[in-house]
């Protein structure tokens, strides 16, 4: 019995050895185990709660704690030590990087899968294929009715929404869709994606900007019932030319023009971290799940099959 104790406190003590711990003697996380808290961009919120409880449930004693958030809040979290890593849609600006460069190391920073703006309207509107300059026109304010889209229209002024003030799709839009021009004085900004498009649904004048993640899975139960309530617009690049939706193929042919790359920015500043084992995740087998989701996997082949349109 003696014996049997004595090789149990053995084990134990080099068990104890091999954990990581932090100056206050607290066992630190690993790539596979331990409890972190992150911030992902709201507009990510499908295909990334996927991926948390696919993670989680492969590797038990792992525990991803997601807040779902605008992107700005998530990078002014990560600076602020409150949560260890951030899922957005662009990488860290010079300012930020120094910031971190200040603490003695640099965010790896990952990227997952390509998205991409979705330009939605009321079911009723018939005016659903758009060209880019219609939508910066829109944008901007040149355009304010749907009359100036098309002289038959029954519609009114348009209703130009959009998910938050903060949000990676607003910001995405001053920096690479009208490019510094200022945008239209008469747009509104509420909480959340779920949000515009139940704005959109009651509002047959409205337009509204949301990150297609969220009307990109066909196959769920809750991204068929947006899609009964709301119209994807198609987007052409010029007058003439044929539109398409925000989809994995017209991402991948480049025939979609609003497309966008989703980051995994890891700022715990250790590499054996679980930080560094989810953005891992994410880049390998979490590929499946952004294909399934309808995004474009960052790291994946995608085999398109031509279609007749």
């Not at 961009?41 to 997601?66: H, L, M, N």
């Not at 890891?266 to 590499?271: D, I, S």
Request: proline share 3%.
């Amino acid at each position: 019995m003696q014996r049997n104790s004595l090789i149990f406190i053995i084990i134990s003590l080099a068990w104890g050895a091999c954990e990581q711990r932090d100056k206050s003697g607290k066992v630190l996380d690993t790539i596979t185990t331990g409890e972190i808290s992150i911030a992902v961009e709201d507009g990510y919120k499908p295909v990334i709660s996927s991926c948390i409880d696919v993670f989680d449930s492969i590797y038990r004693t792992a525990k991803i704690i997601p807040h779902y958030v605008s992107e700005g809040e998530a990078v002014n979290a990560l600076i602020q030590d409150s949560v260890q890593v951030i899922i957005i849609g662009r990488q860290l600006a010079s300012k930020e990087i120094e910031y971190f460069q200040s603490r003695g190391f640099t965010p790896p920073t990952t990227a997952i899968a390509y998205d991409a703006l979705g330009i939605i309207i009321h079911p009723d509107n018939r005016d659903s294929v758009l060209t880019v300059q219609q939508i910066r026109d829109i944008l901007t304010g040149q355009t304010s009715s749907w009359k100036n889209i098309n002289p038959k229209s029954t519609l009114g002024d348009i209703l130009l929404v959009f998910d938050n003030p903060q949000s990676g799709t607003l910001r995405f839009v001053r920096d690479s869709v009208i490019a510094g021009q200022e945008l239209n004085k008469q747009a509104t900004a509420l909480k959340s994606n779920e949000e515009v498009i139940e704005y959109v649904s009651k509002n047959k004048s409205a337009i509204g900007i949301i990150a297609a993640n969220w009307i990109s899975d066909t196959d769920d139960s809750g991204v068929q019932k947006f899609m009964r309530d709301i119209r994807i617009a198609d987007i052409a690049k010029e007058a003439g030319k044929e539109g398409y939706g925000p989809y994995q193929a017209y991402l991948a042919t480049g025939d979609y023009p609003f497309k966008r790359t989703i980051y995994i920015i890891n700022g715990q500043g250790r590499r054996n971290g679980l930080g560094a084992g989810f953005a891992s995740y994410l880049a390998k087998d979490g590929q499946r799940i952004m294909l399934k989701d309808g995004l474009l996997p960052a790291n994946a082949v995608t085999r398109l099959v031509k279609t007749s349109r």
